[in-house]
């Protein structure tokens, strides 16, 4: 009996005569544990792919950054990373809040090769990791239920050019996110962003933020 697979998965798997490829792969890749090779790819990323599902039962993918290493293997069945300030909507941590199952991919670009992992979520303000993740709001700890190698080959190609200018730095503090700039929310903003904007040069339209969106300056 499978427990990856649907009767969906299993309509289309025999529409295409791929049912016993299917159950093969599950018999090689598909664990519920972290090996150590898992937790060397893992550690070496400083991006990924969180997928949640929302209070209306819909799916939502976010991107989440930061420096290499920030999503930490904590033992073989669990993960850690921490979020970081975003836009104050909490949008992936609100899901996760209501809905603690998650799916994760893990990509190298420059070395063609994925990992997908399922899992459940739960956050934290007071997590003993938190020191640790600089600039952390909270600490995501995952549960792992299922991980596996995806097929590399429809990876395209990219080498990274720079790491962001805004990931959370022990060494100096984070810019002040651009668009925390806009004349139309300065009036709404966090008490620990008031004056900001000042300091950084004072509010811009949304034609002017644009105009950095589209030149890679935002």
């Not at 993960?79 to 199952?101: E, L, Q, V, W």
């Not at 420059?110 to 007071?126: K, V």
């Not at 792992?144 to 080959?153: A, D, E, L």
Request: hydrophobic fraction near 40%; charged fraction near 30%; include cysteine.
């Amino acid at each position: 009996m499978s427990n990856v697979y649907s009767e969906g998965h299993r309509a289309l798997q025999d529409q295409f005569a791929t049912r016993k490829m299917a159950d093969r792969l599950e018999e090689m890749i598909v664990k519920p544990v972290l090996g150590d090779m898992d937790k060397a790819f893992i550690e070496s990323r400083d991006m990924f792919f969180l997928s949640t599902v929302d209070h209306e039962g819909f799916p939502t993918t976010s991107y989440k950054g930061g420096d290499a290493g920030f999503v930490r293997v904590v033992d073989d069945r669990t993960i850690a990373f921490p979020s970081y300030d975003g836009n104050g909507m909490f949008f992936s941590m609100g899901n996760i809040a209501t809905h603690r199952k998650v799916g994760i991919l893990f990509i190298d670009f420059e070395n063609p090769h994925r990992l997908r992992l399922h899992g459940e979520a739960t956050l934290s303000a007071d997590d003993p990791l938190l020191p640790d993740f600089t600039g952390a709001e909270l600490v995501v700890r995952v549960s792992v239920s299922k991980i596996w190698i995806n097929c590399p080959r429809y990876i395209h190609r990219y080498r990274k050019l720079d790491s962001s200018r805004y990931v959370p730095r022990e060494a100096c503090e984070a810019p002040l996110a651009e668009w925390k700039r806009l004349d139309v929310v300065q009036d709404v903003l966090p008490p620990k962003d008031v004056g900001r904007p000042a300091q950084a040069g004072g509010p811009i339209t949304m034609d002017e933020y644009m105009e950095k969106l589209m030149k890679g300056e935002a």
